[in-house]
């Protein structure tokens, strides 16, 4: 939409130049991302993104500490109390550099929530990093990270990027454990009114993939790469 917002503007006096520009625009598809994890038809294998805005998170954050499902407890309903890690990446807009986006993966409740917190003041942002570490302390986990997350305090957080030099970047260390990311969300704007789909997986795998790199068991490491299917602009 930057890219189109000139012509737009312009009204009649939009020139050849410029119709041919939206046509370039309208024939360069949109690439989305068909990571296999996070469509439904992956039965077991299916991990929900939840997006939350602000203070709402905090609300989703509770399903990380109980699951419900039937059973014969409590009258028919089994209450579950998930332990362990949690997956976490986090995205930031560049200019100013703030946090825009916190990426939490629970493997036991088989969803992924992105929260996103560039709207929140000082005081949210305190609680939200509140809530979080003294979750995974609940837990008796730790947030297993992928190169230091200066968000978080380090006794909380367990680094997994091999200790190397130099040192590997996450593409690199997933293609390792057969899961083949796709790159290019890394220059998104995180900072968008409303995420696209592609940037929801994008944020969502991220997280997701430090389960596989950590001995755990997704999806994508026994199905074909990431599959890749153009979506036609129409104007």
Known sequence: MDTLEPILLRGDQVRLEDVEELEMLRQSAIRKLEYPSFNPKSGDGYYDIVVAKGHDGFGYLKKFRTRVHNGRDNGGVKVEYPKGDLYVDTESIMTP???ALIS?????AKSVLLWRVREMS???????????????????????VFGPEHFFTKDSTHNIQPNVHPMPALIDVAKNHR???????TLSDWGVFKLRRDQEEY???DALVLYAIDGGRIVEQSERPLRKFLLTVTL
């Open 97 to 99: 550099n703030r946090l």
């Open 104 to 108: 939490i993966c629970c493997p036991r």
């Open 122 to 144: 000082r005081e949210g942002l305190t609680a939200v990093w509140q809530s979080i570490e003294e979750l995974v302390a609940w837990r008796g986990g730790k947030l297993v």
């Open 179 to 185: 899961v083949i990311l796709d790159k290019s969300d």
């Open 203 to 205: 944020a969502a795998m």
